[in-house]
């Protein structure tokens, strides 16, 4: 599965953006979804997955009532829908694919990663 992230760009604090993360292949809907980020000098951090019927979804607090994760299996896609979006959601965003649902901190649980698309979000 490659993954391939877009979306990003500039805003204002308030403002709003959809990334989409595209994946090809045919066993996307076989895989939970995952959006990570990184803000610069910090370390990658969780923000949000969805399992692979979209039964279940899970948000950071920072993120939860801003963020919202969907999927299109028909599309091979996962979305991240970003609200009211302030300068600390400054990153680059990563959408990642993992064979089990759930969050981890081991590497080896995400088996694919996009290359990231960059976030800022000026005051």
């Known amino acids: 599965v490659q993954l391939q992230a877009s979306g990003g760009g500039s805003v204002q604090a308030g403002d709003s953006l959809r990334l989409p993360c595209a994946a090809s292949g045919r066993t996307f809907s076989s895989y939970a979804m995952n959006w990570f980020r990184q803000a610069p000098g910090k370390e990658r951090e969780f923000v949000a997955d969805?399992?692979?019927?979209?039964?279940?979804?899970y948000y950071a607090e920072s993120v939860k009532g801003r963020f919202t994760i969907s999927r299109d299996n028909g599309k091979n896609t996962v979305y991240l829908q970003m609200n009211s979006l302030k300068p600390e959601d400054t990153a680059v965003y990563y959408c990642a694919a993992s064979g089990a649902y759930g969050r981890s901190t081991a590497g080896w649980f995400y088996d694919y990663w996009g290359q990231g698309t960059l976030v800022t979000v000026s005051s």
């Open positions: 969805i399992s692979r019927s979209a039964g279940s979804t």
